[in-house]
């Protein structure tokens, strides 16, 4: 499975970005996707996962201002980011899996990008 992020940028606080991860290597509507940031010194952690059956998660930053979509047809992933502040500054990777991701294991994943940095300054 192949990964590739794109979307990142610097945006003010209060902004919005959409990440988009394009996926191959796969049939898409099986994989198991989500995405993670990791911030410099910080851990990578878990934004937010959807599932095969379309299910979404959220870490709790997250909830009610990102959105995590995709396009099947596309073999695409989204990422909606929407009233942005300087804590979502980090590397946003996208991530993939043919097993549930988990927002609080990023070793869930097998599958990674290259990662697309976001800063909110």
């Known amino acids: 499975v192949q990964l590739v992020e794109s979307g990142g940028g610097s945006v003010q606080p209060g902004g919005s970005l959409t990440l988009s991860c394009a996926a191959s290597?796969?049939?898409?509507?099986?994989?198991?996707m989500g995405w993670f940031r990791q911030a410099p010194g910080k851990e990578r952690e878990g934004v937010a996962t959807l599932d095969r059956l379309d299910r979404a998660e959220y870490v709790d930053s997250a909830k009610g201002r990102f959105t995590v979509s995709k396009d099947n047809a596309e073999n695409t992933l989204y990422l909606q980011m929407n009233d942005l502040t300087p804590e979502d500054s980090a590397m946003y990777y996208c991530?993939?899996?043919?097993?549930?991701?988990?927002?609080?294991?990023?070793?869930?994943?097998?599958?990674w990008g290259q990662g697309t940095q976001v800063t909110v300054s």
């Open positions: 290597g796969y049939r898409f509507s099986w994989l198991s």
């Open positions: 991530a993939a899996d043919f097993a549930p991701l988990h927002l609080e294991s990023p070793e869930s994943s097998r599958f």
